[in-house]
């Protein structure tokens, strides 16, 4: 085991009971002490996931109170059971494997990982740029390829907003510049915002119902999930592809899918699950960003201590993009 001097104490955003964003406590915890087949990481930066809201709200069945959330953090190796794959001072990041959930997680200053769900990153971005990447910019690109996308194919990204959906219009811009990207969104408001984005049109979601009668496209990605899903099949036309990967719309499963009826013709119906992290892909993905200069820049940045309004914004009426909160302040 090898260590560096970090400090016995640090600051933690702990929830020790289901609720609203002000169950969001600064507190001060011990940091965490090393143990065998785990590594201490210097938590720099962290994304903000739908998912933890819902955790935070008591909706996730698995996880007890209390509880340290966040699934996911970018930031340098303090301490260290693997020093020849992961060793002091080491670029990383990690994404899922149950932290935040089983286990403590990245709302705090320092979180013990396990090694095999810590990978290290050679890009020097800034941390608030590259705490964009892992688990929004991955599922966003792990969907971009189920979906096998050409030039000049028709898109619609239900649920564009989110910081799923607008990594995944940078994305897709910087390889298929041709693309017609349509976004919905329950807000006309928001629709100069996508379109300052890169999305070329939008239409409007009312009550899970797209207000886009006769309209197909090649291609969907589905943010919203099981509340939207089958709707979504009605504007695919024939040998497309939908591809659900969220659930914005807080509905785990579905009930009355028929897919011999609610698919489109000949129409294919795929899947990404973030949780089911390849190195080799997250390798790839950090190397299609730089080849292809996508900007990765969050939308807002918080400060540690002002996790609950972060939250409040994520899941405001104004909430927009990928949301980053960093250990300064």
């Not at 809201?53 to 996911?72: A, D, H, K, N, W």
């Not at 608030?128 to 971009?144: D, H, K, M, R, V």
């Amino acid at each position: 085991m090898a260590a560096n001097d970090s400090p016995t104490a640090m600051r933690a955003i702990v929830v020790h009971e289901p609720g609203g964003p002000e169950v969001l406590k600064l507190e001060r915890r011990p940091v965490p002490t090393l143990r065998a087949g785990w590594s201490l990481v210097r938590v720099m930066a962290r994304g903000l996931n739908h998912s933890e809201i819902f955790t935070r709200q008591g909706l996730s069945p698995s996880v007890r109170f209390p509880r340290i959330l966040g699934i996911e953090c970018v930031g340098e190796i303090a301490a260290t059971t693997d020093g020849d794959r992961l060793p002091v001072g080491c670029r990383v990041a990690s994404i899922m494997g149950e932290m935040g959930r089983a286990f403590d997680g990245s709302y705090a200053e320092y979180a013990l990982l396990p090694n095999e769900q810590i990978y290290p990153v050679t890009s020097q971005l800034p941390w608030e740029q590259l705490a964009s990447i892992p688990e929004t910019c991955y599922t966003a690109f792990g969907s971009l390829k189920n979906l096998r996308m050409e030039p000049g194919m028709s898109v619609l990204v239900r649920g564009a907003a989110s910081g799923v959906g607008m990594a995944f219009a940078r994305l897709a811009r910087a390889a298929t510049p041709d693309l017609r990207l349509v976004g919905s969104t329950r807000s006309a408001e928001r629709g100069a915002l996508l379109s300052a984005a890169g999305f070329d049109d939008t239409v409007l979601d009312v009550d899970g119902v797209l207000d886009a009668a006769g309209r197909v496209f090649d291609r969907v990605l589905e943010l919203i999930g099981p509340a939207t899903l089958k709707d979504s099949c009605l504007h695919v036309r024939e040998g497309g592809i939908v591809c659900s990967t969220g659930q914005l719309g807080g509905r785990w499963y579905m009930d009355g899918f028929d897919p011999i009826v609610d698919l489109p013709p000949n129409g294919y119906l795929t899947s990404f699950y973030s949780d089911n992290v390849d190195a080799r892909q997250l390798d790839e993905l950090f190397a299609y960003i730089e080849e292809h200069d996508v900007d990765v820049a969050p939308e807002r940045v918080f400060p540690l201590g002002d996790m609950a309004d972060a939250h409040r914004y994520l899941e405001g009426p104004h909430g927009f993009g990928k949301i980053v909160v960093t250990s300064l302040g």
